[in-house]
């Protein structure tokens, strides 16, 4: 079982369009997690990170669900240049990431 | 003023090579890591180095070989080049490496092709 799983996708949405992405992670112990965004052939960027309360930045949300070992995002509001790949991240116990494989979303005008 | 910088961006080069690509950062930080982004996009952790000190070693085959010259350069030398390392490489960097508040910074990779 991978330690980090996302449905690939990809999500193609309309502009303006709410789009959530699921993410599950098998190590209980996981201490940290994170939301990156990766654009084509680019380097990953930290879009946020999550925590237990949930947590809000502009049009994008997060929370976490540490009993069923679940993140996601939720992206309100959809803009083209939110077309990317969506990299969910835990760490371990040193502080590692662990990267999902990623969930790809296209927003169509 | 970029933060953290790699070369060569593309390297393409036959198997059996050795190559060498290289890492900077100019944020400070102390903690540097090498990953491996393969076909399947899947980004795995390498290598990590703490003040120029090995710390995380994954199961990695011993062809690669970090170097830190200093803490603000890492270096990845790979030996004898198989068509299974063809991916992309990106560095990154982080503060310290040890707090779940330290975020990564990822260089813009490297794309090796083996031929």
């Known amino acids: 079982r991978k330690e980090v799983e996302q449905d690939p996708g990809p999500f193609n949405v309309p502009e303006g369009a709410t789009v959530a992405f699921n993410c599950t992670y098998s190590n209980s112990a996981s201490q940290s997690f994170f939301w990156y965004r990766q654009d084509c052939r680019k380097e990953p960027k930290l879009l946020m990170s999550v925590y237990s309360s949930g947590n809000e930045d502009g049009r994008f949300t997060a929370q976490l669900n540490r009993a069923s070992q679940y993140i996601s995002l939720l992206i309100r509001d959809s803009k083209l240049s939110d077309s990317a790949t969506y990299l969910c991240?835990?760490?371990?116990?040193?502080?590692?990431?662990?990267f999902g494989s990623g969930t790809r979303l296209l927003v169509r005008p | 003023d970029t933060a953290v910088s790699q070369t060569p961006k593309y390297l393409v080069t036959q198997m059996g090579n050795d190559k060498s690509i290289k890492c900077e950062q100019n944020?400070?930080?102390?903690?540097m890591y090498w990953y491996k982004q393969d076909s399947k996009k899947f980004l795995k952790i390498m290598f990590s180095y703490n003040n120029k000190e090995l710390i995380i070693n994954e199961t990695v085959p011993n062809r690669f070989s970090p170097k830190s010259p200093d803490k603000a350069h890492l270096n990845l030398h790979i030996n004898s080049l198989e068509l299974g390392d063809s991916a992309v490489y990106f560095c990154?960097?982080?503060?310290?490496?040890?707090?779940?508040?330290?975020?990564?910074?990822f260089g813009p990779g490297t794309r090796l092709t083996v031929l």
């Open positions: 990154a960097s982080s503060q310290t490496g040890g707090a779940s508040t330290d975020t990564q910074y």
């Open positions: 944020l400070g930080h102390d903690t």
């Open positions: 991240v835990v760490t371990d116990s040193s502080y590692k990431l662990i």
